[in-house]
């Protein structure tokens, strides 16, 4: 009796633990992949099924019998976008997710300034957080190959190096508010134009050397949790379902262990996504459901058909598992995530954020006689020309379209700056496309305007004349056929006549300061008549404030150029040896020479030379040095250099490294950037800059032995204030 008595006790207490434990899956502290085993051992096959597509536009299913929440996706990447109709592209018209637009990425580029892309990071991830989405569809790091791009605006230019250091603090700071960044789009998607069906050929040593990098140090050094593939094919395979890519580099090369997301739309068969790397399918049409019917999503390559194929025992249930495995990680990592915090969202605090960053991208690309920054006390009127002065900027471009909290544009900035100071005057200058609205969103102004460009000319060159400054504000806009997802830009040049009017301009008054809001490189036909250029990048909600402070000179501008802009679209290697835009199929002739490699190859002079940017102050590089004569292969080496701020005002100064193989058995680019300080100099100040590289800096990618390699040999280490702006050197030789 007392043996029994004491069997009961012991049986009830084990089931009394058992009733207050917790399965592994949601024990925080059990290593991640026992959680993933458990809650993957706990699911139905149908579970399954449905967490690897979609089931709405933006949302995947968690698995709701354990507990585990949906997905939820938000583009991206400047801003969190309006929520949509569950089934459909039209905005769901909420009145509470009016954000905050941060400055495009070639303007985080451009400031040079990895806090910077921390901040991006940091603060863009605040807004997705609060706005409960654990996957933001950004960053893009697909690289800048031609000018024509539609899409550039939403990448961080032409150089690997550049792009590389700037994604990786993005994707930590959006990361550390719980939320992936899934960084796109994977990989050689370099255009719009038939971005859906053509296939890139492409070398290795090209693709490793510079379509890759950028996205291998998101995964390895930024450690991002989300890819999105991209639309285009390479070696045949769609790069959603691309077994090259996937599985052999992102998996297998890198060891990437987050999501693979497809593009939305970017899947095509279903055998290549179950066995290609893909783990989640979006935005897809398929079997003869038309274009946004509802209710497709049972029909998704990655749905019924992955089911029946596991069901008939075609394919095995290992397939399902493993995409599994991998969301079920995403969810730890984000949704499941106890630490993560709560977000905050169109806050002040984003605002400033933002305008800091479009105040340290600002370019300023020409400045002859000083024309800027504008002297205010000197001033009675300005006048302020052309369409981008008023524009709304944050609504189109396609998926990155954004509805804001505010937007205020150069001329409200300017206004609001100069105050009493000084008369604004505004005249339009040219008309654009007008279009009430884009991407679902309303741009909420009406600039309807009907007269002749003869008529606009006429009334901006009276109004230009009669000011003591006139600052043009012109350049791109994010309507179809300029910066706009979905197709490429017709020609390199200006649009709406903005040529003759700005030589109109130059004519009246030559205190003139033209400013090109754009994510491209344009034409400058008028570059010698015009004694101020500066390049205004899409600068988010703050554009206006950040803007007006550069011109006024409240902020001196430390941007530099992420990407080349070339004289003509035949400079540019794409259009001049490469296949652009290629047919069905386009092979990338031009192979590792893009933007300034290209230049220095050929030895053209560019309009503006990658990494250039001036200041209103001057700096003074002094003598390179470096610490030894020789490096050994697993050796370091570091350079110096000194850089005195030689002005009457505080500035920063972008200080580059570019590398140079002297000889090598491959053809190398003349010299290439691997590493930058920005150093910032009060008046007078003088600080040393130190460069540490490896070999990696030295090594090329040799294809036929699918490895780095750094030969020994002569190099030099060349410092420059732009990629053609060379302010000294020093040889050393690797053993
Ligand atoms: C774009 C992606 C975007 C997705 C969702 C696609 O058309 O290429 O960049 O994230 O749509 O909007």
Redesign the pocket.
């Known amino acids: 009796m007392k043996k029994i008595l004491a069997l009961t006790v012991v049986l009830v207490a084990t089931i009394q633990i058992q009733a207050q434990q917790k399965p592994i899956y949601l024990d925080p502290k059990a290593p991640m992949e026992e959680r993933i085993g458990d809650a993957l051992g706990r699911m139905t096959l149908e579970e399954k099924i449905a967490m690897v597509h979609a089931q709405s536009k933006?949302s995947s299913p968690g698995v709701p019998s354990l507990g585990i929440p949906d997905n939820w996706?938000t583009?991206?990447p400047h801003g969190i976008?309006a929520e949509v109709l569950w089934d459909e592209w039209n905005t769901a018209g909420w009145t509470n997710d009016a954000c905050i637009a941060f400055p495009a990425l070639t303007c985080l580029a451009a400031t040079w300034n990895e806090d910077m892309a921390a901040l991006y990071g940091k603060s863009i991830g605040e807004e997705a957080r609060y706005r409960n989405k654990n996957v933001l569809?950004?960053p893009?790091v697909n690289i800048y190959r031609t000018p024509l791009n539609g899409r550039n605006f939403?990448y961080m230019g032409e150089d690997p190096l550049l792009a590389s250091r700037m994604v990786v603090p993005y994707v930590k700071g959006v990361q550390a508010n719980g939320v992936a960044a899934?960084v796109?789009?994977f990989a050689l998607n370099n255009q719009e134009i038939r971005r859906h069906e053509v296939n890139v050929n492409v070398d290795d040593r090209t693709l490793y050397e510079i379509y890759l990098p950028a996205f291998k140090a998101a995964v390895q050094e930024g450690g991002a949790w989300a890819i999105?593939g991209?639309?285009n094919r390479y070696k045949g395979q769609w790069a959603c379902q691309n077994q090259y890519l996937l599985n052999d580099i992102l998996r297998t090369e890198w060891g990437f262990d987050g999501v693979v997301i497809s593009?939305?739309?970017g899947v095509n068969d279903t055998m290549q996504a179950i066995y290609n790397g893909l783990d989640m399918e979006?935005?897809t049409w398929t079997d003869g459901l038309n274009f946004g019917q509802s209710n497709a999503y049972d029909n998704y390559y990655l749905a019924d058909p992955f089911l029946k194929l596991i069901r008939s025992g075609e394919v095995k249930e290992a397939e399902v598992d493993r995409k599994v495995r991998n969301i079920l990680r995403l969810a730890f990592r984000t949704t499941m995530n106890p630490e993560r915090p709560f977000g905050s969202f169109a806050t002040e605090a984003h605002g400033d954020a933002g305008r800091k960053i479009a105040q340290e991208g600002i370019v300023l690309l020409k400045n002859t006689a000083n024309v800027l920054p504008v002297d205010l006390k000197h001033t009675n009127k300005i006048a302020v020309i052309g369409e981008n002065a008023i524009k709304v900027m944050t609504v189109g471009g396609?998926?990155?379209s954004l509805k804001v909290k505010y937007e205020v544009s150069p001329l409200a900035g300017i206004q609001s700056r100069v105050g009493d100071e000084a008369e604004v005057v505004y005249a339009r200058g040219y008309v654009g496309d007008q279009l009430a609205g884009q991407d679902g969103l309303s741009t909420g102004e009406n600039i309807a305007d009907n007269r002749t460009p003869e008529e606009l000319i006429v009334e901006a060159c009276k109004v230009a004349a009669e000011a003591d400054y006139v600052i043009f504000i012109g350049g791109l806009n994010k309507n179809p056929g300029q910066d706009c997802?979905g197709d490429d830009r017709a020609s390199l040049g200006l649009p709406y006549g903005q040529d003759k009017l700005i030589d109109e301009l130059a004519k009246v008054n030559k205190n003139l300061a033209v400013v090109i809001i754009s994510g491209n490189a344009v034409a400058m036909p008028w570059v010698d008549r015009v004694p101020s250029i500066v390049q205004g990048w899409y600068l988010g909600s703050e554009a206006g404030n950040a803007l007006a402070s550069i011109l006024v000179g409240d902020v001196n501008p430390s941007g530099k150029l992420p990407f080349t802009f070339p004289v003509r679209l035949q400079d540019s290697a794409a259009h001049s040896v490469g296949e652009y835009p290629g047919g069905e199929e386009e092979t990338y002739n031009e192979g590792i020479f893009v933007g300034y490699r290209w230049v220095d190859k050929q030895k053209t002079k560019p309009l503006f030379s990658f990494g250039h940017g001036l200041s209103y102050t001057t700096f003074e590089y002094g003598k390179v040095t470096a610490d030894k004569k020789e490096m050994t292969q697993d050796g370091k080496m570091t350079f110096h250099v000194k850089v005195k701020n030689t002005g009457s005002r505080e500035g920063a100064e972008v200080v580059q490294l570019y590398i140079r193989d002297v000889r090598s058995s491959l053809p190398r680019p003349v010299k290439e950037l691997k590493s930058f300080h920005k150093v910032r100099l009060a008046p007078g100040e003088e600080k040393e800059v130190a460069f540490t590289i490896d070999r990696t800096a030295l090594a090329f990618f040799d294809d036929a032995k699918h490895e780095w390699v750094a030969e020994p040999g002569d190099f030099e280490a060349i410092i420059g204030a732009s990629s053609t702006d060379l302010r000294g050197k020093v040889s050393f030789k690797l053993k």
């Open positions: 933006f996706m583009d991206g976008r569809l950004g893009g939403e899934c796109k789009h999105m991209s639309y593009d939305w739309g979006f935005g396609g998926s990155s997802e």
